[in-house]
Each structure stands twice: as C-alpha cells, then as structure tokens.
C-alpha cells in the first residue's frame, strides 16, 4: 500500500494570526493591505484618491490575484509587488509555537505546503516558527502561474508528492479551498478548527494530525 502523505495549508491552519481569527480581519492583512495601496500610488503611479478603487477593480477582474493585474495592467514584474507588499515580520503577527516544527518535522519527507500567500511571507513565516527546513523544497506558493486556490494547485503538488491521491491528506481550516478543492481530486480531508465540515476528519489544532490512525 502506499505511503500516506499529506498537503498543508498555511495560514490558519499551521499557525493562526494574532488577534484575529482569520486573515481577512487579521492586522496582518491591513498592514498588507497598506502596503499594497503605497505600492499603487508609488510604483505605478495611480492618483491616491484613485488608489481604493483601482484596488477594488484589480481584485474583482482578477479573481483576488491582484499580483496578476499588476503584471498585466502595468507590466510590473510580479516579484517585485511581492517584494514591496509581503515583506513583513512574522513576530509581529504570529504567537510563536511548536505546532507547525512538530507537525512538519514528524512528516518530513511525507508532506508538502500548499499556500496563497507569496513566498516572501511563506518561507519567513515558516522560518519564524522553525520549521522551513522540513518543506523548503516541497512549499508551493501563490506567486506561481498555477496557484490556491484551484483543483489544478491540488493535482500539481499531489503529483509532486508522487502517490495516488486517495492516499493524500490536504489538511487546512479553509471548507472551500482546503476540503472541498482536494476532494474534487480524489484526495483525502483533515478540516482544522471548528464548525461544519464535509472534511474526513476533523481536528482543532493542526497536532493532532499525528494522533489520527490513518
Ligand atoms: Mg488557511
């Protein structure tokens, strides 16, 4: 039989923001959000007054990937928006644990990340928590072409992972992203946190993963 292996969301799931619950009313997303609108009006040069808007606009022709509308509407490299935008302290934002170090260590080998956020946050946040060395090479972010959330981010890294996907876990606290997306391929489910769910499993805190008999 094959081996057992599992997909991690990020945000939420192997850590969660300090003071808010989700990355929506989280601090984290009005400094980011702060960054991004300094970005508009410096580097593409939008008038301030038109910079919400613009913003707005942005989100809704590109399906939440402003990076993308940045790159197609103003030729700007999307590197260089992460760069400006994403590059912020971890401590700031999140309590420091051992949850992601013990999860992903005890997996290492057997797991990869799957995260919308660019890599300029993923990797400093992992290394924040001591935990980047276990999936540096198996973390699948959101600047990439085929990126969360879709089936497609699920078949890639499931593919990467290099098992039949009725053997994969995606485990996240997102229903539509992380349970309902992953079982669209076939995969299994782990939903972290509370509330409903159509999830396999189901967990509050992403450690006891390692408790399930899978
Ligand atoms: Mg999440």
Redesign the pocket.
């Known amino acids: 039989m094959p081996q057992t292996k599992f997909i991690f ?5 192997l850590y969660r923001y300090k003071g808010g619950p989700t ?1 929506a009313t989280s601090e984290f997303y009005a400094d980011i959000k702060r960054n991004i609108f300094a970005f508009l009006e410096r580097e593409l040069a939008v008038p301030s007054e038109q910079v919400p808007e613009t913003y707005d606009h942005m989100k809704r022709e590109y399906n939440g990937h402003v990076s993308l509308a940045v790159e197609k509407e103003f030729g700007v490299d999307r590197m260089r928006y992460f760069a400006a935008t994403w590059r912020v302290p971890p401590e700031k934002y999140i309590e420091p644990n051992d949850d992601a170090r013990t999860v992903l260590s005890a997996l290492a080998g057997r797991c990869a990340v799957l995260t919308e956020a660019p890599r300029v946050w993923a990797e400093a946040a992992l290394r924040f928590l001591n935990a980047y060395e276990f999936v540096e090479d198996v973390l699948f972010t959101g600047e990439l072409d085929v990126r969360k959330p879709s089936v497609e981010a699920f078949r890639q890294v499931g593919g990467a992972l290099g098992v039949p996907f009725e053997s994969i876990y995606s485990v ?3 229903e539509e992203s ?1 349970i309902v997306l992953a079982r669209a391929v076939g995969m299994k489910t782990i939903r972290v946190g509370d509330g409903e769910t159509s999830a396999d499993f189901s967990v509050n805190n992403v450690r006891a993963v390692l408790n399930l008999s899978l």
């Open positions: 969301d990020l945000d939420g799931t990355f996240g606290d997102q992380d």
